[in-house]
């Protein structure tokens, strides 16, 4: 399939981990700070092309795929899920930067990228310089707070954690009818016009391998399980975030309102208890829905450059 190349100017790598094969794109300023840039579900490194150009030219933008995702190598499933647990896909993210000549660099992710991004926070100290998190809450708030309204809103997370096969065949049945679904109804709008027609064409043939479906899946088991498990011992412990720290969110978005205890804070509520005592954590809402990258690049942009 022939997919058009949304960042023109940028080099297209493909590096060993150890584990796994990540697929990422490297571009911007060579002098500049590092600063990574993680997808989330169900998507790919494809939904950072409209905010990009504007980062690029003021950082060293590197823009995988996470394993599973994407042109990313897929890994052999395990009975616990810990392959596809945002503590694996951590490990990627630094093994990739590593192998890039960053030891320590800035992170933004967004969804499912943004789980891998705190996750990172929490298992390396000392590699994040700052973190943005775009449009969630912790996971084990998410499951907490996992009541009949929010479960309605949020589906996806009980029905793709179900037993494989059941997800996977159900889903494979229609792949790119499931997909614009999900989509579109993560919007505000409740439509695909923030995509574009080439993102959406990336997004269609990666969704539409059947073990890359199967990967998004082991994703979300994942998270019911080993990634639960570790937000849980981390709140027990003693390990918090310590980097300073930036949450999004869309107004419209999935974890804005019922995940907060403070409506007029949004998620921020959620996050206080991973931060360490005295670290800056700061946010705000954005007129979008879920695909807040997507949906407003100028204002996700603007905001991103004033906190890096």
Do not use: N
Not at 120 to 149: E, N, Y
Not at 181 to 199: E, I, K, M, N, V
């Amino acid at each position: 399939m022939d997919l058009a190349d949304l960042f023109p100017g940028f080099e297209a790598r493909t590096i060993d981990t150890g584990e796994v094969k990540i697929f990422c794109r490297v571009g911007g300023r060579p002098d500049a700070p590092p600063l990574v840039c993680l997808h989330g579900f169900p998507e790919t490194h494809v939904m950072w092309a409209k905010v990009a150009p504007k980062l690029a030219e003021r950082f060293r933008l590197v823009l995988p795929d996470l394993r599973g995702y994407g042109w990313s190598g897929v890994p052999e499933a395990e009975p616990d899920h810990v392959q596809m647990s945002k503590r694996s896909m951590a490990f990627d993210v630094v093994k990739l930067m590593e192998e890039l000549g960053h030891a320590r660099f800035a992170l933004v992710g967004h969804d499912r990228g943004a789980r891998v991004g705190y996750r990172l926070a929490l298992d390396h100290p000392g590699r994040l310089a700052k973190l943005a998190l775009l449009d969630i809450v912790p996971t084990s708030a998410m499951w907490a707070r996992m009541d009949a309204g929010f479960a309605m809103r949020t589906y996806h997370w009980l029905f793709l954690a179900q037993p494989a096969p059941m997800p996977e065949r159900l889903i494979g049945r229609g792949p790119v009818e499931w997909l614009e679904h999900t989509l579109a109804s993560w919007t505000r709008a409740r439509d695909l016009s923030p995509f574009g027609r080439q993102a959406l064409a990336h997004y269609r043939a990666f969704f539409s391998v059947p073990e890359r479906l199967a990967a998004t899946c082991e994703d979300y088991r994942a998270g019911a399980t080993i990634d639960r498990a570790l937000d849980e011992a981390d709140l027990a412990g003693r390990r918090r975030i310590d980097v300073p720290t930036l949450v999004l969110w869309g107004k419209a978005g999935i974890p804005a309102g019922p995940t907060g205890s403070d409506p007029t804070a949004g998620p921020l509520a959620a996050w206080r208890p991973f931060m360490a005592e005295g670290t800056p954590l700061t946010g705000e809402g954005i007129d979008t829905g879920h695909f807040v990258a997507e949906e407003a690049p100028e204002e996700t942009a603007r905001a991103l450059l004033a906190f890096f």
